[in-house]
């Protein structure tokens, strides 16, 4: 380093040169650490001028400083900088540090710094990339330390970070985001129970953080894809996936945002019976056909929708069955409209749906006691099913990596334990042994993205005491392909493995599928709307 004062003692202008070596810096309230060695700088008369440097992100990705620090007299430390990157680490901080959002955040970013050394101000633009993970809680605080602006390297590595509080005093932050569907954001509602909505979607958000410690946010949010975890007093847990155009909206308050999101149960099914029964009042009769259709399982779409405040938000919920028609559809119609109409009604019917499998029954009779039964032993075998299907599929997952060919994998399996009480002869589904053991297994399979789905599995059942054998393996496999590239004209073949009253029968099917959503019925009939 080569350095020329000239002036009176009290009033040094410097001129020089130098370079640095083995530096880095952590900038406040974000955490990101950056290194630099061997980069150089100049000294005038108004600044430290460290235009040219490249820093390091602990990723091995580059910024460019312009600018550097102002002084008088070397005295009275300023900032007037930026720093630019295609692709950077702009945010690294744990809960620990940071207890109002936290996470690592990388993309490209303009920063500009102004201020004082002592009082900087910052305002950055930054548009994620793939790596982001943004996590929110919805319980924030208050935290203090101070953290150097500039702190050395030790055998030329960053020394070791403890995690310890960020410092909000002084700092006047602004940070205008661009947020891509790279990028992950949680919403942490509750972290004992879990309850968390993770998505990834599109937006502009702009953070603001006050010399005061003040924090605000403004913008929105549009969801693409993600799932929020429903949560019931401990009892229920239940993944929900988010729908395509949900919305959050910020108007200052980080933690009181505008919610307007839907979510969506998967693979949920359950006979309608006891949510029905009331309007089967001849099963041996006149409604026999449909009093035999309302004991099989179909398929249930279970929607939620959130509005309203994001500390307190307003749940909702629907039920449709969208396999179901003539008559049984028509009395689940009636009674869903019921439903909607005492809100608690329906939550309790979506909660023991959720955590038992089956619809409460409406009116007393013999099959309450047992569906309580069912739902404790059901509520247990969700929990080990959960547990083992996460681990083999995750295994199975790293067995076989997916490609061209292979586009998606996943392993689902159930456990369905024996009734702790009941009979055949009074529980909800007769067809079902109460004392058997059920093991279900199922193994989907993608191919020439999600072109061509294989789904192989089965039942293996074990303490079986209504069919001659008392263990077997009862084995389905189902094709399908879609003809058309939008999906919308599909083949299917199966080879399914069902229980009726004569015991366990083979069911083979081909059959050919054709889909499209229409606005208006003057829409499916080919009309075109009158110009207005």
Known sequence: MTLSLKGKTNALNPNGKGKVYNGSTVIDYLG????????????????????????????????????????????????????????????????????????????????????????????????????????????????????????????????????????????????????????????????????????QGSGDLTLSMDRLGNFSMYGNYKIAK?????????????????????????????????????????????PVYTLISEYITDPNGAQKNVYEQSKERTKVDLNMKLTGSLLHPDIGFDIAFPELSGELKGYTNSKVTTLKANENAMFQQVVGLLSTGWYLPTKSGTSSGLLLSGGLDNTLSELISATLSSYLGGLLGNLI????????????????????????????????????????????????????????????????TTLSQSEYWAGDVTFGYKLTPDGRLKIRAYNENTLTVEGRKNKVGVGLAYRREYDSFAEFLGKKPKAK
């Not at 310890?164 to 947020?179: Q, S, Y």
């Not at 061209?404 to 024996?418: H, K």
């Not at 004392?435 to 599995?457: H, Q």
């Open 226 to 270: 993600g799932d929020y975890l429903f949560t019931n007093f401990r009892i229920v847990r239940k993944p929900f996936e988010l729908q395509p155009g949900g919305v959050i909206q910020w108007d200052g308050d980080p933690y009181n945002a505008t919610l307007n999101v839907q979510a969506k149960y998967k693979d949920l099914s359950a």
């Open 32 to 199: 990101a650490a950056y290194s630099f060695h061997d980069q150089s700088f100049t000294i005038t008369e108004t600044m430290i001028d460290l235009s040219g440097c490249k820093l390091y992100d602990v990723q091995g990705n580059t910024a460019t400083v312009e600018g550097g620090l102002t002084h008088r007299y070397l005295r009275n430390l300023g900032l007037n900088a930026t720093l630019k990157s295609d692709k950077i680490l702009g945010l690294d901080v744990t809960s620990e540090e940071n207890n109002v959002f936290y996470g690592k955040g990388i993309g490209s970013v303009y920063a500009r710094f102004t201020g004082t050394v002592a009082n900087p101000k910052m305002v950055i633009n930054t548009t994620t990339a793939k790596g982001t993970h943004i996590y929110i809680p919805l319980t924030g605080g208050s935290a203090e330390t101070v953290k150097d602006f500039v702190v050395f390297l030790e055998n030329g590595m960053l020394p070791v970070n403890t995690s310890t509080p960020i410092n909000f005093g002084g700092i006047d932050l602004t940070m205008n985001m661009t947020i891509t569907e790279d990028a992950i954001v949680e919403l942490i509602f509750d972290e004992n129970t879990g309850e968390v909505l993770r998505g």
């Open 401 to 464: 990596p997916t490609g061209d060919v292979l586009s998606g994998i996943t392993f689902q399996m159930n456990l369905d334990l024996p009734l702790t009480q009941g009979t055949v002869g009074d529980q909800a589904n007769p067809l079902e042994d109460p004392n058997a053991t059920v093991v279900e297994v199922s193994l989907p399979l993608e191919f020439f993205n999600d072109r061509l789905e294989v789904k192989v599995g089965g039942d293996y059942v074990t303490g079986a």
